[in-house]
C-alpha cells in the first residue's frame, strides 16, 4: 500500500496546490477553461493512445470487460431515475457524473503495487470497458441535457460522439489493436511525453474548480449524488464478490473498481457543456476521499 499511500498523497497535494493558486489569484477561475481544453483535446487523447498500446485483449477476462460496460448503464438508469425531478441542466450533470471510473490515474498505483503486471492485466480490462462508457455516454449524456433543443435520434448522437476527439482516439486505438496493426514507436514515445502531463493538469484543475463555499442546497445535492454513487456501487462491488462464480482476482477488480472516484473527465466536460464547474470540482475530490477509505478498508480485511 505504500505506492498507493504516497500517490494518494501527491494526487492531494497537486489538487490543493490548484485551490491555494487560486485563492492566491495567479490562476483565476477562467482559466481553467484553457486548461481543461488542453486536457481534452491533447493530453487525455495522448493518455488513451499510450495506455492501449500494450493493451491485448483477452476472452478469459471479458467478464470484467463487460462489467466495465454494462455496470455504466445501471449508474446512469439509477441516475435518471433518482433525479428525474431536477431541472434538466442539474439532471444532466447530476446523471453524467453517476456512470465511470477514474481507473488510470487513481486505480493502477494501487494495483501495480498490491498484485504487480496480473492486477494491472485485470484492471486494465476493466477500463477497456470503462472507456466506452467515459468517452461515449458520458459525453453523450452531458450533450443532450446541455442543449435545451436536443433531441436523441441516431444522427444527432453519431454527431455528438464524434465530436468527443478521447473516443474517437480510443476507437481508432481500439480498431488497430484488434487487427493487432502495431503503433509506430515515434507515436507511443510522442504520446507517452505528452501524457505525462494529463494527470498533473486534471488535479490541479480540480484544486481550481473546488471550492469549500457552496450554497445550502448544493451542499444537499452534494449529499445526496455521494450516498446514491457509493451506495450503488457498494451493492454491485459486494454482490460481485461474494455472489459471482470467477476467479478471486476478477472478484477483487469488480469490487475495487465499483468503488472508485469519478472520473476527471468530467471537469472538461463541465467546461464544454456549461455545467457548475465547482459542485464537479468539489463532488470530484470528495469522491478521492471516499474511495481512498473504502479501498483501504477492502485490502485490509480481504487480503
Known sequence: MTDFNQQFILSLGIIFLGYILKRLNFIREKDGEAISRLIFNVTLPSLIITSFATFHFQMNLLAVFIFGLLSGFVYVIAGLLLFKNKPKQMK???????????????????????????????????????????????????????????????????????????????????????????????????????????????????????????????????????????GIALIIGLSSYFLLPLPEMARLTLLIGAVLPIPLSHIPYAVEFDFDKRFIGTVSSMTIFISFGLIWLFTVFLL
Not at 477497456?128 to 462508457?133: D, E, R, V, Y
Not at 514507436?185 to 511525453?193: L, R
Open 92 to 230: 444532466g450533470m447530476l446523471v453524467m457524473m453517476m456512470p465511470g471510473f477514474n481507473i488510470g490515474l487513481f486505480a493502477f498505483p494501487l494495483v501495480e503495487g498490491l498484485w504487480g503486471q496480473t492486477g494491472i492485466t485485470y484492471f486494465g480490462m476493466l477500463d477497456g470497458g470503462n472507456a466506452f462508457i467515459v468517452f461515449g455516454l458520458c459525453y453523450l449524456i452531458g450533450s443532450y441535457y446541455a442543449d435545451e433543443d436536443t433531441s436523441f435520434t441516431i444522427s444527432i448522437m453519431t454527431k455528438k460522439l464524434a465530436q468527443s476527439i478521447p473516443l474517437m482516439t480510443y476507437l481508432v486505438i481500439f480498431g488497430i489493436k484488434l487487427v493487432a496493426i502495431p503503433i509506430p514507436a515515434i507515436v507511443v514515445n510522442v504520446t507517452g511525453t505528452i501524457s505525462q502531463a494529463n494527470m498533473p493538469l486534471s488535479l490541479l484543475l480540480l484544486g481550481v474548480y473546488l471550492s469549500f463555499v457552496l450554497e445550502k442546497s448544493q451542499y444537499i445535492e452534494l449529499l445526496r449524488f455521494l450516498l446514491a454513487r457509493y
